[in-house]
T-cell receptor, first 114, second 113 residues
């Protein structure tokens, strides 16, 4: 199916564990993004990627690692999860920079860190 | 930091009425985008309006942009129960090399049947 998918949709983990959230898009969009959504903060950019093997930090990158070896995938890793990383995580893609184009969002992953 | 701020934070109207949401932003932009989020779902793009445009329509949606006042409005005409959702304005992040969107906190719209 065409579109953008995220897995898992729900995840419960413990403090200190490593967690990887997956994002896959079928449009061959060059740009991909990770946002987190928290009550009172709206969506905040964690990391973005302008193309395969090109990634850069957003507003709140601390505690997160990304990679992009293939255009269609953009995994987000929490190296040592903390309670403050409990959030809903959204992946998005676009065929150009946000200075020119809209973004398409995945369904989100709800992560709880105990 | 918040670039766009929506107003009101919450809005409840009767089905069939029009709903207007406003967005104010701080720095100069080259476009402003509106998104909808249904409860528990991802965001869906509604309209992108460029800085040289003053008004844009899409079905029952009308977006205006006033760059002199750094504000935008989203009008939903003849509202339906299915329009119940949160609505966000977003602008391209400027500065710091963070090439993403900066979102407001959203307007939660409830359409009463």
């Amino acid at each position: 199916d065409a579109g953008i998918t995220q897995s898992p949709r729900y995840k419960i983990t413990e403090t200190g564990r490593q967690v990887t959230l997956m994002c896959h898009q079928t449009w061959s969009h060059s740009y991909m993004f990770w946002y987190r959504q928290d009550l009172g903060h709206g969506l905040r950019l964690i990391y973005y990627s302008a193309a395969a093997d090109i990634t850069d930090k957003g507003e709140v990158p601390d505690g997160y690692v990304v990679s992009r070896s293939k255009t269609e995938n953009f995994p987000l890793t929490l190296e040592s999860a903390t309670r403050s990383q409990t959030s809903v995580y959204f992946c998005a893609s676009s065929d150009n920079s946000p200075f020119y184009n809209e973004q398409f969002f995945g369904p989100g992953t709800r992560l709880t860190v105990l | 930091s918040q670039q766009g701020e929506e107003d009101p934070q919450a809005l409840s109207i009767q089905e069939g009425e029009n709903a207007t949401m406003n967005c104010s932003y701080k720095t100069s932009i080259n476009n402003l985008q509106w998104y909808r989020q249904n409860s528990g779902r991802g965001l869906v793009h509604l309209i992108l309006i460029r800085s040289n445009e003053r008004e844009k329509h899409s079905g029952r949606l009308r977006v205006t942009l006033d760059t002199s006042k750094k504000s935008s409005s989203l009008l939903i005409t003849a509202s339906r129960a299915a329009d119940t959702a949160s609505y966000f304005c977003a602008t391209p992040t400027s500065g710091g090399g963070a090439d993403g969107l900066t979102f407001g906190k959203g307007t939660h719209l409830i359409i009463q049947p």
